[in-house]
C-alpha cells in the first residue's frame, strides 16, 4: 500500500506513522495554546514547566504521549499528577495529521487541514472552558488557507477569498445585529473571524452551509436536554463547539449535500462565481 506524494508514490505505514508524531508534536503545542492563550501568556516564555513545582520539563520529559507514560503521569520531581489531557490531546492530534493526510493527501492542503483540525480541537476545548475563539489561533489558519489557496494545490484563491469575506460579512450581521435586537452581546468578534477562517477553507457555500449544520447541531442539543428533563431555560452554551463540529462536516459530506439539493430543486449541480 502506497500514497501519493509531491515525491512520487511513498509506503503508507512509514508515511503515517511519520504524520503521527508529527501531529502528536502539534498536539503538544495545543496543550500549550489550550493553557496560555485564555491566561494571557505569552508561548515562548516561560518554557515547559511543572505547574506544582515550576521545574523546567527536560525535553526528554516532553517526548508526546511517551514521556507521560514513562513518567506515570507524574512530575519527575515533585511526583505531583500529570493530567491526561495532555496525551489525549497528543493522541486525537496524531489521529487527526493522519485523517487530514488521508483525506487531502501527502501535500501542502494535507498539512494544512491537519492544522486546522488540532486547531479547532484546541478551539473546543478553549471555548467550553472560557468562551474564547482567540484570534491567536484562527488568523493563523486563514492566513495557510489563503497561502495555500495563492500558492498550492487548495481552493482558487478568488473562491478562498469570497468565502472569507462572506464568512466574515455573515457573522458580523449577526453580531451587530443580535446587538440591536437583544441589547446584549450575541455573539462575539472570535465568532466573526472564525467565519473568515471557515470560509477561506471551504468557499462561500460551504460556510453557509456550516451556519446551518451549526445551528441545528445546537437545537438538536436543546431538544435532547429537553428530553432527558433538564433545565435549559435561560442558561447558554458557547456556539464554538458546534461551529468546529459543522466544519469538519462541511469538509468531508457538504459538497454531497449542496449537489443533492441543488439536484432536488431541479437547478445545475454547482454554484460558482
Known sequence: MTILSPWGELPAVPVYLVVAFLGACFGSFANVLIYRLPAEVSLIKPPSRCPHCEKDIAWYDNIPVVSWLMLRAKCR???APISIQYP?????SAGLAVLAVWKFGLSYSGMAHGLLFIGLL???IIDLRHWLLPFAITIPLTVIALIGSA???MLPLKVSLIGAGVGFGVFLLLMLGGQWILKKEAMGGGDVVFGAMAG???GWQLVLLMMFVASALGTLLALFLLLL???VVGRSIPFG??????????LFWGHYAIEWYIGFLGGPQALTF
Open 229 to 231: 428533563r433538564k433545565d
Open 241 to 250: 463547539p458546534f461551529l468546529a463540529i459543522a466544519l469538519v462536516i462541511c
Open 77 to 79: 520531581h515533585c511526583k
Open 151 to 153: 500558492f498550492f494545490d
Open 122 to 124: 484546541s478551539l473546543i
Open 88 to 92: 489525549l490531546i497528543e493522541a486525537v
Open 200 to 202: 477561506s477553507f471551504v
